[in-house]
């Protein structure tokens, strides 16, 4: 079974910086794709980014971007010019790249505060 | 483009009632998965349906059952409630099952507490 290991309970970051959150994760597979996910305290979670383990150049949108590590199996994410509407929880999230089970594993969440 | 919508937002039950909980995808998406998030955690997988069947379950008992409608609307049934099933109760479409379809696209969760 895969796992998603997030090691940093909490990050802080002060407005217009960068903070770099952290995700390793535990898979044989060689086909599969990693997500960062936030949650904000309206509880959707919303889509940040994608990333497709075939794919070696880092996936980027706008100012989120990852560093993918395949060998070292991790995957973190940056948030450049940090924004007061940046602050929420993050979720770093696995599933494999077969048809079958298509089925969303979870890291246990990092809370970020960002500090005007 | 509708997204994945939900309901209702909260629920209270007492223990050992029946709950319905209904969502509804995301327009042109044909999988709903479940997920349970348990206060400070991460979702858990409930199980997903493809085209109306059932396509992946997690490690829940089966007093938590679902369907999926020609429409592809899914509802999730939680039979003789525990304490424990007090959680956030999240809902996501994609299209289909695998590749960058499979990305799923989260609804606003349904709060469910059991008294």
């Known amino acids: 079974a895969q796992t998603v290991t997030q090691s940093q309970p909490e990050m802080s970051v002060q407005e217009a910086e960068t903070v770099t959150l952290s995700c390793t994760y535990d898979?044989?597979?060689?086909?599969?794709?990693l997500f960062w996910y936030k949650q904000p305290p309206s509880r959707q979670m919303i889509l940040v980014i994608r990333?497709?383990?075939?794919?070696?150049q880092n996936a980027t949108e706008n100012r989120f971007s990852v560093n993918f590590q395949k060998a070292a199996k991790s995957f973190s994410l940056k948030i450049s010019d940090s924004q007061l509407g940046d602050a929420a929880m993050y979720f770093c999230a696995y599933r494999s790249g077969g048809n079958a089970g298509n089925m969303l594993t979870f890291g246990g969440g990092t809370r970020l505060m960002v500090k005007p | 483009e509708t997204g994945v919508t939900q309901s209702p937002t909260h629920l209270i039950k007492t223990r050992g009632q029946q709950v319905t909980l209904r969502c509804s995808s995301q327009s042109g998406h044909n999988t709903v998965s479940w997920y349970q998030q348990a206060l400070g955690q991460g979702p858990q997988f409930i199980f997903q349906?493809?085209?109306?069947?059932?396509?992946g379950r997690g490690n829940f008992p089966p007093r938590f059952s679902g369907l999926q409608f020609p429409n592809y609307s899914s509802e999730l049934n939680v039979n003789a409630l525990e304490l424990d099933d007090s959680a956030l109760y999240l809902c996501?479409?994609?299209?289909?099952?695998?590749?960058?379809?499979?990305?799923?696209?989260f609804g606003p969760g349904t709060r469910l507490l059991v008294l």
């Open positions: 990333q497709e383990a075939y794919k070696q």
């Open positions: 996501a479409s994609s299209l289909g099952t695998g590749g960058a379809g499979g990305t799923q696209y």
């Open positions: 898979t044989s597979e060689s086909d599969y794709y």
């Open positions: 349906y493809y085209r109306e069947e059932e396509n």
